[in-house]
């Protein structure tokens, strides 16, 4: 085995480059803590983009996973194995749900999903019920599919062409859908709760209502990407029900893990027997070693004192951000649902987010950016107040270096 130091250059060397990572290697975390490869410690804002739900290292996640490790780690679906139907029921239990289909990402949800839309469209209507009405600005995942549906062309770009029946409407605008659907041809409307990568953009009360209504009208199935606003991030389990509007299908992924790769798909019974034996898969889908992890995050995040505490803690991070935006200027809002903020920068500082997240870098603080002209924070749920009072004091230091600049 290569025993040569392992550098942030070894990158460029055995990596593609579809990205392009930080100088900073994190090798260990601990709670809302992240220490480098020289052992400088972090606070962490980022969560592995809404991911780590519970923060790192959690002795909950751990006990989970080395005590299904002891036992069963793969099966595959040939079979079924008892963490993935404990976790199917407990998601059943506390949601909408009637069944459930797992996978190992958000896109691989998505993919799931707007496969299940379209297939129940053409069991039910015939194969001209296919369409699907998406939101431009939007983010479903990295699949040809999902890229397809999500409404950023740069995504798309070298990749088409597209799969076709898809369209693009306006966020928040209802009279946008209206032009494009059709009881004919539209098999789904398919929204995120609040748009994440499109700049933690948050869906009006009523603009949602009005996208369940029209799907009622016109025999179209509403599904709802909670991808990055599910599993507590928003202090609800789940957004759908911050709003109280009911979607037919729900996406889940990212926190589901707390930091272990699994995803899920909910639905109702009636719109699931669309997927039938054969007509879907994933080798890894459902694997007890993520079911068993994902059920302790479930069971731990569910607890009412949990996300009672997402929704202070979400407040106090507000708060402190708004106050420093103010201070010096730098942002118009701050915007968001429990522990997924968006802070808008001003006129100024337009296109300079990425600046922020290097400066905060410098500073010992871990932060996101949802395009260029958002700052995003997506902590672990249960973030202590002293690293969040920590954490906007090394922010303030960060703004502080930029606007002397």
Sequence with gaps: ???????????????????????????????????????????DFAGGIAVNSLG???????????????????????????????????????????????????????????????????THHGPEKHEIISFT??????????VSVGGQPKYLEGFEPAPGGIHHATYNDLDSVKALISREKTCAVVVEP?????????????????????????DALLVFDEVQTGAGRTGHLYAYE????????????????????????LTTTAIAESLGVGTHGSTYGGNPLACAVAQKVIDTISQPEILKGVRARSDKLRKG????????NIFTEVRGEGLLLGCVLTEEWQGKAKDFVAAAQEQGLLILV?????????????????????????????????VEK
């Design 194 to 218: 609040i748009q994440g990568e499109g700049g933690v953009l948050p869906a009006e009360p009523e603009f949602l209502q009005g996208l369940r209504d029209l799907c009622d009208e016109n």
């Design 321 to 328: 951000m708004m106050a420093i935006g103010e201070k010096y």
């Design 137 to 146: 600005n939007s983010f479903h995942g990295r699949t040809l599919f999902t």
């Design 56 to 122: 790192h290292a959690h002795p909950g996640l751990i006990g989970a996973l080395q005590e299904q490790a002891e036992k069963l780690w793969h099966v595959s679906n040939v079979l079924t194995n008892e963490p993935a139907l404990r976790l199917a029921r407990t998601l059943c239990e506390l949601t909408f749900a009637e069944r459930v289909f797992f996978a190992n990402s958000g896109g691989e949800a998505n993919e799931a999903a707007f496969k299940l839309a379209r297939r129940h469209g053409w």
């Design 370 to 402: 949802a395009g260029g002209n958002v700052v995003r924070l997506a902590p672990s749920l249960i973030i202590p107040d002293q690293d969040i009072e920590e954490g906007l004091e090394r922010f303030e230091k960060a703004v502080a270096t930029l």
């Design 1 to 43: 085995m290569n025993r040569e130091p392992v550098t942030r250059e070894l990158f460029n060397d055995v990596m593609v480059p579809n990205y392009a990572p930080g100088a900073m290697i994190p090798v260990r975390g601990e709670g809302s803590r992240l220490w480098d490869q020289q052992d400088r410690e972090y606070v």
């Design 242 to 265: 911050h709003y109280g509007v009911t979607p037919d299908i729900l996406t889940s992924a990212k926190g589901l893990g707390g930091g272990f790769p699994v995803a899920a798909m």
